[in-house]
């Protein structure tokens, strides 16, 4: 399990990722059972070590819930703060907070491991760890501490870091625009976003930014772009099975259902769109949307 946890690791952020994905979804019945069995020996360097290879897997396909009971199973056994991972496992723990929309649990996490990684003094994590808590802030209305947070995180990760965090600086910058309601900014800078993760083929994040920009543009009253962007976005999201982003599509779908007057379809579309965000652990569907 660990040498096919660490062998898609380095596959799902390149073209491949699909078929890497696919594959870890096959063996999660093996997974699982390799990991309770750590859990019962108490073996935290083993179990980190293979947590630390799936987590990206976990939060993109919405198994949220188990990922962050087996963080917590294994972060707090003895010589788990030994482990080399230690501190990227933390700042993965506030990823999986964040999603769940707990933002205090995301902030300790993601300062715990921004300490770790300053004491260490190494710089590229130092710039994922800025760019989580600018996330946060983001979600947590804290916009003037989201830009200062986003800016810093930038300023590193364009220098060091690889195309996906430079694909995710304008993805970042374009939540920023909405919360602040910038909507032309927002629909620029998402479909930056769009093409940049198109061009290293992160076909999840090409939908992830698809159905951002699809809002955006729907909040700003332009229902025929934003039928076209959400549908890209929800196809890409069905066929690659990414139930938050088929959540977003679905709410979007339901939204435009609203205006053309069939109520009927619009709930049909919207509890669907919530039963998908809820049943992975995604907390509640933060699009501006639904709640209209």
């Not at 696919?22 to 063996?27: D, N, P, V």
């Not at 629909?187 to 076909?203: K, M, N, T």
């Not at 159905?211 to 772009?225: I, N, P, S, V, W």
């Amino acid at each position: 399990c660990q040498e096919l946890a660490s062998r898609a690791r380095e596959h799902l952020m390149e073209p491949v990722q699909e078929s890497w994905f696919a594959y870890l979804g096959i063996e999660q019945a093996n997974i699982r059972a390799a990991l309770a069995w750590l859990l019962e020996l108490q073996d935290s360097w083993r179990g980190l070590t293979l947590i630390e290879a799936l987590t990206w897997f976990w939060t993109s396909r919405g198994y949220l819930h188990e990922a962050a009971q087996v963080l917590a199973n294994f972060l707090t056994m003895p010589g788990a703060t030994s482990h080399p991972a230690h501190a990227d496992l933390l700042l993965q723990a506030a990823n999986i907070a964040h999603w769940q929309k707990d933002f205090a649990a995301a902030t300790r996490h993601s300062e715990a491991a921004l300490a770790l990684f300053r004491a260490n003094g190494n710089v590229l994590s130092i710039g994922w760890a800025l760019r989580q808590q600018g996330s946060v802030a983001i979600d947590d209305g804290r916009l003037d501490a989201a830009a200062a947070l986003l800016a810093e995180s930038q300023s590193i990760l364009l220098e060091h870091g690889a195309p996906w965090d430079m694909a995710f600086v304008p993805y970042l910058q374009g939540r920023l625009a909405v919360a602040r309601q910038q909507w032309a900014l927002a629909d620029h800078l998402f479909v930056a976003a769009a093409s940049a993760f198109e061009a290293i083929r992160d076909f999840e994040y090409v939908a992830a930014a698809r159905c951002r920009q699809a809002a955006a543009l729907l909040r700003r009253g332009d229902g025929e772009q934003a039928r076209a962007a959400y549908r890209e976005g929800l196809a890409l999201a069905q066929k690659l099975e990414l139930p938050y982003w088929m959540g977003w599509g679905l709410s979007g779908a339901a939204a435009l259902s609203a205006q053309a007057r069939q109520p009927a379809r619009a709930a049909r579309l919207l509890g669907e769109a919530l039963r998908l965000v809820a049943a992975a652990g995604f907390g509640t569907l933060d699009d501006g949307v639904a709640e209209a």
